[in-house]
């Protein structure tokens, strides 16, 4: 299974960090009794080693704050940034025998007056809806170097540039959503995530801590776009 703690300490440069990363295991658990629910593990050891890390949680899309509340069936573990959509855990995948790694869901009806009109539907599982997140904070903000282009014009984003980021970088796979696709160059040294309407992309974003291999990558795939 993907370790997204070990992949995200790589590309926010968190292995040497001086300041605590993560929030108290009492705190946690504090959170776990009054929720009446067990987090997953994935979940826990995530808050313990990165859940303080503003850039990372709460950059962009909100992600993994507490208090953690419960809505209706499920777990409320994230908000996206426009406060338009959440992600949370159903409780029953709560349950021992899930909880290595539960499936993440979105719901953008959350507040609908009946709890039976919200619906919700699948993401990521936890792990990898975890680096996913990470990655989407950090080419949105959350790393020291980052770059978005949009393409709003048909010629903005070169149509082979999928097939341009496969020969420099290597896809996350595991990541692969319809309209989505991440890669990741240097062990994470540098991460790019590419939006997709059917097979023409239509939205890249890049990121990194290091100005050298953001400005590397920038070169090696000539995009005029500003950063």
């Known amino acids: 299974m993907l370790n997204p703690i070990r ?19 009492v705190m946690i658990e504090q959170n776990e ?3 009446g629910v067990q987090l997953p593990a994935g979940l826990y050891h995530y808050l313990l080693a990165l859940g303080n890390i503003a ?23 994230g908000k996206t940034c426009d406060n338009d959509g959440v992600w949370g855990i159903h409780v029953d995948d709560l349950s021992p025998k899930k909880q290595h ?28 809806f975890l680096l996913a997140q990470a ?12 770059a978005q282009i949009y393409d709003f014009d048909g010629r903005s984003i070169p149509a082979d ?11 996350i796979i ?19 995530l590419l939006g997709m309407d059917e097979s023409i992309p239509n939205a890249f974003m890049i ?11 920038i070169q090696q795939l000539v995009i005029g776009f500003e950063h």
């Open 33 to 35: 009794q009054t929720l």
């Open 55 to 77: 850039s990372l949680n709460s950059g962009f899309n909100h992600l993994g704050l507490l208090p953690l509340e419960r809505l209706g069936d499920h777990l409320v573990i």
């Open 7 to 25: 992949a995200i300490k790589l590309l926010y440069q968190l292995e040497n960090h001086p300041e605590p990363l993560g929030v108290s295991q």
């Open 207 to 217: 990121g990194s801590q290091d100005e050298h291999k953001f400005n590397d990558y």
């Open 161 to 171: 540039l999928s097939e341009k980021l496969q020969h420099i970088a290597s896809e």
């Open 101 to 128: 790694n539960p499936m993440v869901q979105m719901s953008r009806n959350f507040d609908a007056i009946e709890q039976s009109e919200i619906h919700w539907f699948d993401e990521l599982p936890l792990a990898e």
């Open 135 to 146: 990655i989407i904070n950090g080419v949105n903000g959350g790393l020291r170097y980052h």
């Open 174 to 192: 595991e990541l692969r959503q319809p309209h989505e696709r991440y890669f990741q160059a240097e062990d994470f040294g540098v991460v790019m």
